[in-house]
């Protein structure tokens, strides 16, 4: 019940700093959708430049409308109608350059969160169980989700940013035109904001990486929690818990606090800075105006301009803002996308055959760490239509075979073969096509029967109730409201334990594979019912090859033939019978199994 805090890089792979990474990834984000960032960023200019001819259309209309309307008492209405068109035709085209800026950040931000998501599922898919089972489930999906989306969160500031700096070298050039003895001045407060901005990225990197590693885990924590809810709650552990919970949680706050009363800090500093500027600005213009140096129209141009080169200042700093935890996202994601070690396939095709497969395993060894093997030197073959019961002690390697025989995972040494094909010499979906496995712990989806017994797959209702009727469902199935299409609820809670299985067993038989590997996959069910499974099995035209995880002597004794597994090899095989007979270590297994299931 412990959260591992997941790998984090501490400094990106694109760079030294996050302000170098965070470029770095938004250049991944250009070059994937340069079109959608031209259009955007075109946008961006367009109400940048319209934004700084607001100023010229100002200080004009203070110089050729205000003032001549206050010397000569009126005011022409040719002159009154110009204004008002520069005013109208400079907002609309505004107007445009927001929308296109808006739209465009938009799109290009969602497209670039889509593909990264489909890439890491799919790069999920590709990696093997070995590989899933090393990494807690809320990591992973941490990973798809909130690290996906602060990776490309600077996306939305950026063609704003981009275009802003075109409006910030307008207005300074206009500045310069107008009174560069003001324009001076002004941009005396550039370097004051600057250095408040890297003052403040200093000071917040450290803790929005930390926010965004302590989302991750708080994320874990909380689908941990929900996955063990049965078992947190059957042992009344509801408040260590919630406690658990509550101390990953307030970690998350407290670290978000802090940064927020680092940016309520810094952003009044911000805002202050560029209004300092211009009440400086203004006493300079008037001493100018009053010398004759300058126009009272070049004063208000200045000084408006100036406000709005403080926007562009501070639009760079929300795009570098993001970058800490851009950057620590794009990591998370980018390790998982770089993680090696997925299943290579063949080109094989899978044996096309009517009758069940023939299974060999030669020389098979595997183990979970590399200096500790599970299994050493297995081998044994099972012929077509047979059905082989593996028995073994707990630890054996049963359920780690069953996983080797379905290639969830692949050997260390030997080989497993379907009528002489190595599983690995098969191409991608081929196996699929003839083997399939019913785990000791079924999944059902939150569908409906039809949809958890086919999974999407074209199957007839014909075909489903047969599969049905051999997993012994099809009664508990036809007294639902509304048969196959009832819906079951996630995982199947609508369901007892057994009728989850035989929807799981029916889910593997309607594929009608040659090779059906059953890991314990009837331990819920009565044994009277699974002995008609087991009957239906090997009687109901269904000829496929059973390889049986068992434990119930009912259930052995139906086998054509035993495995028994004793230290990671095959200590002994032949019929339940015979091994009760020769196998002392066999016989007193079983027996204990017995009598573990006897009632008290």
């Known amino acids: 019940m412990t959260s591992s805090a997941p790998d984090v890089q501490e400094h990106s792979r694109l760079g030294k700093g996050s302000t170098t990474a965070g470029f770095g990834v938004l250049w991944v984000a250009i070059k994937r959708e340069p079109w959608i960032f031209t259009l955007s960023t075109l946008g961006s200019v367009l109400f940048g430049a319209l934004t700084v001819a607001d100023a010229w259309v100002l200080g004009w209309s203070t110089d050729h409308v205000v003032l001549p309307a206050f010397r000569d008492g009126e005011i022409g209405a040719s002159m009154l109608w110009a204004v008002l068109g520069l005013f109208v035709g400079v907002a609309i085209l505004r107007a445009v350059g927001i929308v296109a800026r808006r739209l465009g950040a938009g799109v290009m931000q969602y497209r670039m969160q889509a593909h990264y998501r489909r890439a890491v599922t799919r790069r999920y898919l590709a990696l093997p169980m070995e590989w899933h089972q090393r990494h807690p489930t809320g990591q992973l999906l941490s990973n798809a989700n909130a690290d996906v989306e602060a990776a490309w969160g600077p996306i939305a500031p950026l063609p704003m940013a981009v275009g802003t700096l075109a409006m910030m070298v307008i207005a300074v050039a206009q500045m310069l035109v107008a009174d560069v003895v003001m324009a001076v001045v002004g941009l005396l407060v550039f370097p004051a904001v600057v250095a408040v901005n890297l003052v403040y990225q200093r000071w917040s990197q450290a803790l929005a990486t930390r926010a965004q590693q302590l989302r991750a885990e708080v994320s874990e924590i909380a689908h941990e929690s929900f996955d063990g809810a049965m078992v947190v709650k059957t042992l009344g552990r509801e408040p260590e818990e919630a406690a658990r919970f509550t101390r990953k949680a307030h970690e998350l706050r407290d670290t978000n606090i802090r940064l927020g009363r680092i940016r309520a800090a810094f952003d009044p500093a911000l805002a202050a800075l560029p209004n300092l500027g211009v009440l400086v600005v203004l006493s300079v213009g008037v001493s100018r105006v009053l010398a004759g140096q300058t126009d009272p129209g070049d004063v208000v141009t200045v000084a408006y301009l100036l406000t709005i080169v403080s926007f562009p200042i501070?639009?760079?700093?929300?795009?570098?803002?993001?970058?800490?935890?851009?950057?620590?996202?794009?990591?998370?994601?980018?390790?998982?996308?770089?993680?090696?070690?997925?299943?290579?396939?063949?080109?094989?095709?899978?044996?096309?055959?009517?009758?069940?497969?023939?299974?060999?395993?030669?020389?098979?060894?595997?183990?979970?760490?590399?200096?500790?093997?599970?299994?050493?030197?297995?081998?044994?073959?099972?012929?077509?239509?047979?059905?082989?019961?593996?028995?073994?002690?707990?630890?054996?390697?049963?359920?780690?075979?069953?996983?080797?025989?379905?290639?969830?995972?692949?050997?260390?040494?030997?080989?497993?073969?379907?009528?002489?094909?190595?599983?690995?010499?098969?191409?991608?979906?081929?196996?699929?096509?003839?083997?399939?496995?019913?785990?000791?712990?079924?999944?059902?989806?939150?569908?409906?029967?039809?949809?958890?017994?086919?999974?999407?797959?074209?199957?007839?209702?014909?075909?489903?109730?047969?599969?049905?009727?051999?997993?012994?469902?099809?009664?508990?199935?036809?007294?639902?409201?509304?048969?196959?299409?009832t819906r079951l609820g996630e995982r199947g809670t609508s369901l007892s334990g057994g009728q989850r299985q035989r929807i799981s067993l029916a889910r593997?038989?309607?594929?009608?594979?040659?090779?059906?590997?059953?890991?314990?996959?009837?331990?819920?069910?009565?044994?009277?019912?699974?002995?008609?499974?087991?009957?239906?099995?090997?009687?109901?035209?269904?000829?496929?090859?059973?390889?049986?995880?068992?434990?119930?002597?009912?259930?052995?004794?139906?086998?054509?033939?035993?495995?028994?597994?004793?230290?990671?090899?095959?200590?002994?095989?032949?019929?339940?019978?015979?091994?009760?007979?020769?196998?002392p270590d066999y016989a007193r297994l079983v027996n204990a199994y017995e009598q573990q299931e006897a009632p008290a």
Do not use: C
């Open 314 to 485: 501070r639009s760079i700093g929300w795009l570098l803002g993001d970058f800490p935890r851009s950057v620590v996202g794009y990591d998370r994601v980018d390790a998982v996308l770089r993680t090696t070690g997925e299943m290579p396939y063949g080109a094989a095709s899978a044996p096309a055959a009517a009758s069940g497969a023939r299974l060999e395993v030669d020389g098979l060894a595997y183990g979970y760490e590399p200096d500790r093997p599970l299994l050493r030197d297995l081998s044994f073959a099972v012929e077509p239509g047979r059905t082989v019961a593996l028995v073994g002690a707990t630890a054996s390697g049963k359920s780690t075979l069953t996983s080797l025989l379905t290639r969830l995972v692949d050997p260390d040494d030997g080989a497993i073969r379907v009528d002489g094909v190595d599983l690995r010499d098969l191409a991608r979906g081929e196996l699929a096509q003839v083997v399939a496995i019913v785990p000791q712990t079924p999944f059902l989806f939150d569908d409906t029967v039809r949809g958890n017994v086919t999974l999407g797959a074209d199957v007839s209702d014909e075909d489903v109730w047969a599969a049905l009727r051999t997993a012994q469902a099809d009664g508990f199935v036809a007294a639902l409201p509304e048969g196959l299409s």
């Open 508 to 583: 593997a038989l309607v594929r009608r594979p040659r090779l059906l590997v059953l890991d314990d996959a009837t331990s819920a069910v009565d044994p009277e019912v699974e002995a008609r499974i087991l009957a239906a099995l090997r009687e109901g035209g269904h000829e496929s090859t059973l390889v049986v995880v068992a434990y119930r002597k009912a259930t052995i004794g139906l086998a054509d033939e035993v495995l028994h597994l004793a230290e990671g090899r095959v200590a002994d095989r032949g019929t339940h019978a015979d091994l009760l007979v020769r196998s």
